[in-house]
C-alpha cells in the first residue's frame, strides 16, 4: 500500500462541511488533502441544454457509478407498519392511483450526490440561518434538546459563509434574527409564487422571498441567474453557488490545498498513542493507499460521516472511532415532508424560475396551541414538474385524447405547496453498519433504522391541513397529487449521527465538532446537529459550523493542543 | 421523483380486465385462428395501406402499427400528434441498436396481430376500426402491473408480448413526443432550460 507524504489535514468529503474547512485552513496555510468519494463534474455532464434533458432525472448525473446509478449504497430495517388512524396521509395522484399500497411505509430513500462539491450540487441553494430557539428548543420548548452553542456563537460564522457565497434574500423577516444584511438583493417572486401567495395572505401567512446562495446579481466571477429552474439536476452556468465553484476553487488557489476525486475512504487509523494519524482509501481502479495526516477531518454527511466512524474499530477503539459514549450513529434525524401538487385554472408558468423562490416562515418556531412539537416552513415550488414530459408522466391521465387535452391545458399550471418540519431527536432512530452488505470497494454499508413519531405524524396532518387551507384559499381549481413522509421516504435533510454536546457521555462532540475522544479528529457536516432548526434548511448552518470549528483548528494547532 | 407503486392495480381494473378478456375472446377459438395466423405472419392480411417510408428496422407492417398505435396514444387533432412529430421513425432508429428490443416489438406486434384475430375476428390489428383498437390499449394499460408481475400470464398467454409492447408504445411514445419540437409546440413549451434560460420568469400575465 502505497503512502503519501503527511499533511497537516486531511479532511473526507468536500462539501458543505468539508469545503469551507479545506478553504479557511488553506488560507491559514495548513497543508490539506481533500479525499473526496465522487468524481468532478463538469458542465458538459449535465443534460439542462439538450433535448431530451428530461430523460435525465435526478439521480442522473449524480448516479453513483460504480453502480451503474441502480444500487442504494445503504440497507435499512423494516419500514414501520402504517397506523392507519392517519391514512388519510397516504400518497397519491389522480393519473397513479396510490404510491404505496402497501401496509407498511417505504424504505429510506437518500437524496445526495457524490462528486466535488458534495450534495451541494444537487441542493436547491438554500441559505437558511437557523433561528435562536434551534439552538434551545429543550430550555424554552421543552422538546428535543439543547444544543451546547447558541445562535450568537453562530452568529459571525453565518455573515462570514453569506459574504463570501454572496447570499441573496430579504432583508426584514419577521420570523427570523435581524442578523447583518444579505450582500445580495433577493430575487424577484416567480408568477408561480406570487399566484399561490394569495393563499397565504388570506391566512395571515408570510411568504416571503427565499434566502438562497444563487446568484442574483453577477458575484464571485460568476454569473447571475437565468432561472432555468434545474438548479438540483447540476448548475451548468455556476449561479448557484455549490462548493465545487466557490469554496473549493478558493481552497485550491491557496496553494495548500489538494483535492482528490475519486476517492473512498475506508478506515480511519489510529496510533498508539490513541490520536489519529491519516487514513486508508481507495484510489482510481480500487487501488489502496494511505494518507497520513496531523489532523483527520470527517465531512461525508450524517450517513457517512457516522459509517465510516463505526467501521474504523481498533484495540483502543472496538466500538468504532470517537465512540466510546456509545452514541456514533444515534440521534439520527430525516426529513418530514408534506406537499400537495394543484392545478390553477390561469397559466402561472411555475417551469420557470428558482426551485424554492419562497418560503413562510410563520411555524419556524414551534407554537403552543399546535398539537405537536417543533417547527416546520412551508413552501412553493414546481419540484420535479419542470417540463412537459415531467408533466405528461406524472401528474397527465395515462394516453389518448384526455391525455392530449390535460397537456395542453394545464402544462405550466401546476405547482407543490409543501411543508418541511424538523424530526425531533430520538436514539432509537439511528445509523449501524450492516456487516453482510459490501459496496463495491467491499466496505461494509451503513443500516438506517428510522421511524416516525406520534409527533411527526401529527405534524404531517398540521402539515397537509395547512397545505389545503392554502390552496383553496389562493383559488386552484384541482388537487392532482399529494405526498409526504408518512407512507414515502424522501431524505433531504439528515443529521444528528455525532451530536456535539458538553458531556462526552451523552455526546460525540464538543462545540467546536472536536471529539470527546480523539483530540486530532473532528467531525464536520450535519452529524453534529442536535436538532434540525425548524425545518429550515441545513447547509448554510453547516458553512457556519464548519468556519467556527477551523477557527478552533487553528487557534489549537498553533498551541500544540491537536 | 418517481412514486409509482409497482403494484398498484386497483380491483376495479382487474375486474375490467378479466371481464374485457372473458367476454371477446370467447367468441374466437384461439388455437385454430393462431395456426392460421402463424401461417400469414410473413405477409398479414390488411386492408389497409402500409406506410412506404424507409425504416431500418420495421417492415412496412410493423411501421405502420407501430404508428397506428402511437397516434392513438398521442392523437392528432387540430394540433400536430405522434404521426406528425414522426414518433415511429425515431422508434425505428432506437430499436435498431438492441436486439432484446427488436425480439420484443416483432414479438409483440405479432401479438398485436393475433389480438386482433381473437378479440374481434379481423385478419389484421391494421384492420381493426378505431374503436377496437382503443378498447386492446385500455386492457394493455389497465393491466400492466399485473402483467409486469407474471400473474398476468396463464390469462393472457400468447397476448402477453402485445400488453407489453403496448405499454412500452405508451412510455415511448410519451418520451419522445413531449422531447421533441411537435410536441413542444402543443403545450406551448419554449425548449430546454439551457442557455436561453426564463428571464421573463417574474413577468406574469395575472
Known amino acids: ?562 | 421523483m418517481d412514486f409509482r407503486d409497482s403494484d398498484s392495480l386497483t380491483r376495479r381494473k382487474f375486474i375490467h380486465i378479466v371481464t374485457s378478456f372473458s367476454v371477446l375472446s370467447s367468441f374466437f377459438p384461439s388455437n385454430y385462428l393462431f395456426s392460421l395466423w402463424a401461417e400469414e405472419k410473413e405477409n398479414p392480411l390488411s386492408s389497409q395501406k402500409l406506410l412506404k417510408d424507409k425504416f431500418e428496422f420495421f417492415t412496412p407492417y410493423q411501421a405502420t402499427v407501430v404508428e397506428q398505435v402511437t397516434a392513438l396514444i398521442i392523437p392528432s387533432d387540430d394540433s400536430p400528434g405522434a404521426r406528425e412529430a414522426g414518433v415511429v421513425f425515431e422508434i425505428d432508429k432506437t430499436i435498431v441498436k438492441n436486439q432484446m428490443l427488436k425480439n420484443s416489438y416483432a414479438k409483440g406486434i405479432e401479438a398485436l396481430h393475433l389480438m386482433a384475430k381473437q378479440l374481434a375476428g379481423k385478419d389484421s390489428f391494421l384492420d381493426l376500426n378505431q374503436d377496437e383498437m382503443m378498447e386492446i390499449l385500455n386492457m394493455a394499460y389497465a393491466s400492466e402491473s399485473l402483467s409486469s408481475s407474471g400473474g398476468v400470464s396463464n390469462l393472457y398467454g400468447t397476448m402477453l408480448p402485445g400488453i407489453l409492447l403496448i405499454n412500452h408504445l405508451i412510455r415511448e411514445t410519451i418520451e419522445i413526443f413531449y422531447t421533441s419540437d411537435a410536441g413542444w409546440k402543443v403545450v406551448g413549451y419554449q425548449g430546454p432550460p439551457q442557455w436561453k434560460g426564463n428571464l421573463d420568469y417574474d413577468k406574469c400575465g395575472f
Open chain 1, 1 to 562: 500500500m502505497s503512502a503519501s507524504k503527511e499533511v497537516d489535514v486531511c479532511i473526507v468529503g468536500s462539501g458543505a462541511g468539508g469545503a469551507p474547512v479545506a478553504y479557511a485552513l488553506g488560507k491559514a496555510g495548513f497543508s490539506v488533502v481533500v479525499l473526496e468519494a465522487g468524481p468532478r463534474f463538469t458542465q458538459k455532464e449535465y443534460h439542462l441544454a439538450q433535448t431530451d434533458w428530461e430523460q435525465y432525472p435526478y439521480p442522473e448525473p449524480f448516479a453513483e457509478r460504480e453502480y451503474g446509478g441502480k444500487k442504494d449504497l445503504y440497507t435499512y430495517s423494516q419500514p414501520e407498519a402504517l397506523d392507519p388512524k392517519y391514512k388519510k396521509l397516504r400518497s397519491w395522484s389522480k393519473a397513479q392511483g396510490n404510491y404505496n399500497n402497501s401496509d407498511r411505509r417505504r424504505p429510506p430513500h437518500v437524496d445526495r450526490a457524490k462528486g466535488v462539491g458534495g450534495t451541494t450540487l444537487h441542493y436547491q441553494g438554500e441559505a437558511h440561518r437557523f433561528s435562536p430557539y434551534g439552538f434551545k428548543s429543550k430550555s424554552l420548548y421543552g422538546v428535543g434538546d439543547d444544543w451546547p452553542i447558541n445562535y450568537k456563537d453562530l452568529e459571525p460564522f453565518y455573515e462570514k459563509a453569506e459574504k463570501l457565497l454572496g447570499v441573496t434574500g430579504l432583508n426584514g423577516n419577521p420570523f427570523k434574527p435581524p442578523g447583518g444584511l444579505f450582500p445580495n438583493p433577493p430575487h424577484g417572486l416567480s408568477c408561480a409564487s406570487e399566484r399561490v401567495k394569495v393563499g397565504f395572505d388570506k391566512l395571515g401567512l408570510h411568504l416571503w422571498p427565499n434566502s438562497l446562495n444563487i446568484n442574483s446579481r453577477p458575484f464571485g466571477g460568476r454569473p447571475a441567474c437565468n432561472y432555468c429552474n434545474g438548479c438540483f439536476l447540476g448548475c451548468m452556468m455556476k449561479a448557484k453557488g455549490s462548493m465545487d465553484v466557490t469554496l473549493i476553487p478558493k481552497a485550491e488557489a491557496t496553494g495548500n490545498v489538494e483535492v482528490r476525486p475519486d476517492s473512498v475512504v475506508r478506515e480511519i487509523t489510529v496510533n498508539k498513542n490513541g490520536k489519529v494519524d491519516g487514513v486508508i482509501y481507495f484510489g482510481s481502479n480500487k487501488v489502496e493507499k494511505i494518507q497520513n495526516a496531523k489532523i483527520v477531518v470527517v465531512s461525508a454527511s450524517a450517513l457517512e460521516s457516522s459509517r465510516l466512524l463505526l467501521n474504523s474499530k481498533s484495540s483502543q477503539f472496538p466500538e468504532g472511532l470517537a465512540n466510546n459514549s456509545g452514541m456514533v450513529g444515534k440521534n439520527f434525524m430525516e426529513t418530514v415532508i408534506y406537499s400537495n401538487t394543484v392545478l390553477f385554472a390561469e397559466p402561472i408558468e411555475s417551469y420557470k424560475g428558482l426551485q424554492i423562490d419562497s418560503r413562510a416562515w410563520d411555524y419556524n418556531e414551534p407554537r403552543k396551541e399546535n398539537n405537536f412539537m417543533g417547527g416546520l416552513v412551508l413552501g412553493v415550488s414546481a419540484l420535479d414538474l419542470l417540463g412537459p414530459l415531467s408533466y405528461a408522466q406524472k401528474i397527465a391521465p395515462g394516453w389518448g385524447k384526455e391525455h392530449k387535452d390535460f397537456m395542453q391545458k394545464y402544462f405550466g399550471h401546476a405547482v407543490n405547496v409543501f411543508a418541511i418540519g424538523e424530526q425531533l431527536p430520538r436514539e432509537e432512530n439511528m445509523i449501524t453498519i450492516d456487516q453482510e452488505v459490501r459496496d463495491y470497494y467491499g466496505i461494509p454499508v451503513a443500516r438506517i433504522s428510522t421511524r416516525l413519531s406520534d409527533n411527526d405524524l401529527e405534524m404531517l396532518s398540521f402539515m397537509q391541513r395547512k397545505c389545503n387551507e392554502i390552496v383553496e384559499a389562493a383559488g386552484a381549481v384541482d388537487m392532482v397529487r399529494q405526498f409526504g413522509s408518512y407512507d414515502l421516504s424522501m431524505m433531504s435533510h439528515m443529521g444528528g449521527t455525532c451530536r456535539m454536546g458538553s458531556d462526552p457521555k451523552t455526546s460525540v462532540l464538543n462545540p467546536y465538532c472536536q471529539s470527546h475522544d480523539v483530540k486530532n479528529l473532528f467531525v464536520i457536516d450535519s452529524s453534529c446537529f442536535v436538532t434540525q432548526g425548524g425545518g429550515d434548511s441545513p447547509s448554510l448552518t453547516i458553512h457556519a459550523i464548519a468556519f467556527r470549528a477551523a477557527d478552533f483548528i487553528i487557534r489549537e494547532a498553533k498551541k500544540g493542543n491537536l
